[in-house]
């Protein structure tokens, strides 16, 4: 398959494109800056450079023109301010999700975040982020035709993976290695029966493939 992640450089992306490439895809990987590019090269992905904030809805289609499927990654980052919750974590998914569409791309996983919801209420950023990745959710579920799968992670650290987790419609709160959550996403873009639900992932004890199959009704 052909994938094409947005937000290609940060921690979650670079891990899933080195799993994907291993597994014989072609991958390629959205970023902003061009001196990302090495660091999506050593990973096995193509970089491709372009802003998503001030991106049109033709460029973006461009970008995912004969790809198989599509995830959406990309996020503001901790240090940033509300105003980019809103430009990234909610404008810019739609605007993916929208591309998406207009390409002809069928299936698209989206990396979101447990407690998002467009109606969450509070004035801090962490705040006005749960609300961006709420409204960029409730935009692919419903003005979407997309073959689509929100993934809600907990907590995530930089521990090791363990291949072990709960994905479930709601699993109640606690960490998650990001290698596991990279590993979820190349698991659910293979399962096509995943298509329509909304997950949170935290770890657990069940295999991945095993959690997976299990959510789509294998």
Do not use: C
Request: hydrophobic letters at 45%; a negative charge; glycine letters at 12%.
């Amino acid at each position: 398959m052909r994938i094409v992640i947005a937000g290609g450089h940060g921690r979650i992306a670079r891990r899933l494109e080195r799993l994907l490439a291993a597994a014989g895809h072609e991958v390629a990987g959205i970023i902003r800056k061009p001196e990302q590019a090495d660091a999506l090269r050593e990973a096995g992905a193509e970089p491709v450079v372009l802003d998503m904030e001030s991106a049109s809805l033709e460029m973006v289609a461009a970008v995912l023109q004969g790809a198989d499927a599509a995830v959406f990654a990309a996020g503001a980052g901790p240090g940033s301010g509300v105003d980019r919750k809103e430009t990234v974590d909610r404008d810019a998914a739609v605007l993916f999700a929208d591309a998406a569409e207009r390409a002809g791309v069928r299936r698209l996983v989206v990396v979101s975040s447990m407690g998002a919801d467009p109606d969450h209420r509070g004035d801090e950023v962490f705040d006005a982020y749960l609300r961006a990745k709420g409204a960029a959710d409730a935009h692919v579920r419903g003005k979407t035709s997309l073959d689509w799968t929100i993934l809600r992670p907990g907590m995530l650290t930089d521990d090791a993976g363990t291949g072990l987790v709960r994905l479930e419609a709601s699993t109640g709160r606690g960490p998650i290695p990001r290698d596991d959550v990279a590993a979820a996403i190349a698991e659910l873009l293979d399962t096509p029966g995943t298509a329509g639900l909304t997950l949170e992932l935290i770890s657990g004890s069940t295999p991945i493939p095993v959690a997976t199959k299990a959510v789509a009704g294998n």
